[in-house]
């Protein structure tokens, strides 16, 4: 089982991007799904994750006001919706499933990372002028 993520890119600081996360071999409507990313020079960090149902949604502080997390149950896809990019946002960006019953908020816990077992092979973003 796999995800596939798309929508990354080269974008000027303050540009936009918006990054699809979809599932090609079953549902992900049952499961929170997340994104990630992850620098060389630094460790993997969550970016922002969302509940099944998407009522619930997590953001770490350093995206907070910028990027928007969505899912489209019907086409089995997730979004992330970035907006006012800066160079730091610079990364590989990964999006993965959470096991069954898991919420958004303890799925982007940093502490469990090791527990998710489902990921995309990630989508380049870079911002830079």
């Known amino acids: 089982l796999h995800l596939v993520e798309s929508g990354g890119g080269l974008v000027q600081p303050g540009g936009s991007l918006r990054l699809s996360c979809a599932a090609p071999e079953f549902r992900l409507d049952a499961y929170a799904v997340g994104w990630f990313r992850q620098d060389p020079a630094k460790a993997r960090e969550g970016v922002s994750c969302i509940s099944p149902s998407g009522d619930d949604s997590y953001y770490a502080d350093f995206v907070k006001g910028r990027f928007t997390i969505s899912r489209d149950n019907a086409k089995n896809t997730v979004y992330l919706q970035m907006n006012s990019l800066q160079p730091e946002d610079t990364a590989v960006y990964y999006c993965?499933?959470?096991?069954?019953?898991?919420?958004?908020?303890?799925?982007?816990?940093?502490?469990?990372?090791?527990?998710?077992?489902?990921w995309g092979q990630g989508t380049q973003v870079t911002v830079s002028s």
């Open positions: 993965a499933q959470a096991p069954p019953t898991w919420g958004a908020s303890p799925m982007c816990d940093s502490r469990n990372y090791k527990l998710l077992e489902v």
